[in-house]
């Protein structure tokens, strides 16, 4: 890892994830296409007791990661997108909350470790009380759409009248267009390939269903309408790392690998207008902390500077 930063395996988990990456496409790997992690230099009991979790974890797949070598791989294990909402968790429809992995914009470009679960259960506190406090205000309740909830009900019930498919072959090839694609390293022209692929996916999926039969407890029924959700999100993905010609944090470009100027971040919103997405660069307020700053002494390279 020193040949990629100085900090070595303590850099942060996209440097990480950029030297692993790098390393597997030179081919420099193990047997099974990673790359190996050792700790055992800081003494197998000491690793045991720090990692408990993890050493464990390995041992049951018949790993040692306390005094042996690991063989490891980068992957996707969370969204740093997610819904636009507010500090009280409200979001732009009244009456719907959101917390948690599902909204964007807590961590920025990178969520650090340990962030994802204080990101959850934080929020979730807030958008709880929040809720508490939203219902006694509500004077009169809406009745429903009930042409939203048709197309619902339409979208829901697309599969049946489809012939059943391979749906997790498909879910599979999705998921290798965006690691070979829109992944760790992106440039231009995979992507462009990738969203082509996405919509070649989304076209093959459309045309398949699942076996018409009880609704109840219908696991393939759930998989076809999450695989949806993952095409959407994987097009959604793809167009925003297109229009985003900088590297951030976990969104890095081959072809634009420069930062660019902090100070006049934006951040990326996309929306669906019928079947087309509509993207903005929103222009990042920055109301407690500025690029270059930071609330914690000594980080960021200057003492705190709390912006007024
Ligand atoms: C492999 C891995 C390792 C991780 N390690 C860490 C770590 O070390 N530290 C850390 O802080 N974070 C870690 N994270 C991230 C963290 O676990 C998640 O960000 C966090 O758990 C998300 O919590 P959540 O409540 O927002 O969402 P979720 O935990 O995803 O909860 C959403 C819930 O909604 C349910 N649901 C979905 N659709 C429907 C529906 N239609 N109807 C009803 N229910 C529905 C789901 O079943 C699920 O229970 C890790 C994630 C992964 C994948």
Redesign the pocket.
Same mark, same amino acid.
């Given at each position: 890892m020193t040949n990629y930063d100085a900090r070595g395996e303590r850099a942060t988990r996209d440097v990480v994830s950029r030297g692993i990456y790098a390393e597997m496409r030179a081919g420099r790997t193990g047997p099974m296409g990673g790359v190996y992690i050792q700790m055992s230099h800081l003494g197998p009991e000491k690793v045991a007791k720090t990692f408990p979790g993890m050493v464990n974890r390995c041992s049951d797949c018949g790993f040692d990661l306390a005094g042996g070598r690991v063989e490891v791989v980068p !992957?996707a294990?969370?969204?740093m997108g997610g819904v636009e909402f507010n500090v009280d968790c409200s979001t732009a429809s009244p009456g719907l909350f959101a917390?948690?992995?599902?909204?964007g914009g807590v961590h920025g470009a990178n969520?650090l470790?340990?962030?994802?679960?204080?990101?959850? !259960?934080v929020?979730?506190g807030i958008a709880g009380d929040a809720m508490a406090d939203y219902v006694p205000g509500v004077r009169q309740w809406k009745e429903p759409d009930r042409r939203v909830i048709e197309r619902g009900i339409e979208r829901a019930e697309y599969p049946f009248s489809k012939p059943a498919g391979a749906i997790h072959e498909l879910r599979d090839a999705l998921a290798q267009t965006m690691w070979d694609d829109v992944g760790v390293l992106r440039h231009d022209a995979a992507m462009r390939r990738g969203l082509e692929s996405v919509a070649s996916h989304h076209r093959a999926l459309m045309a398949i269903g699942v076996p018409d039969g009880d609704r109840r407890y219908n696991v393939t029924w759930h998989d076809w309408l999450n695989l949806q959700s993952l095409v959407d999100m994987s097009r959604v993905i793809t167009v925003s790392a297109l229009a985003r010609e900088d590297s951030r944090g976990a969104h890095f470009r081959e072809d634009f690998p420069e930062t660019g100027d902090l100070h006049s971040s934006r951040y990326t919103r996309v929306s669906a207008d019928g079947d087309d997405l509509r993207l903005e660069m929103v222009p990042v307020k920055f109301d407690i902390v500025r690029p270059g700053t930071s609330l914690i002494s000594g980080e960021a390279g200057q003492p705190p500077k709390v912006a007024a």
């Open positions: !992957t294990h969370y969204l917390a948690g992995e599902d909204c969520r470790g340990g962030n994802g679960v204080a990101n959850s !259960t929020f979730g």
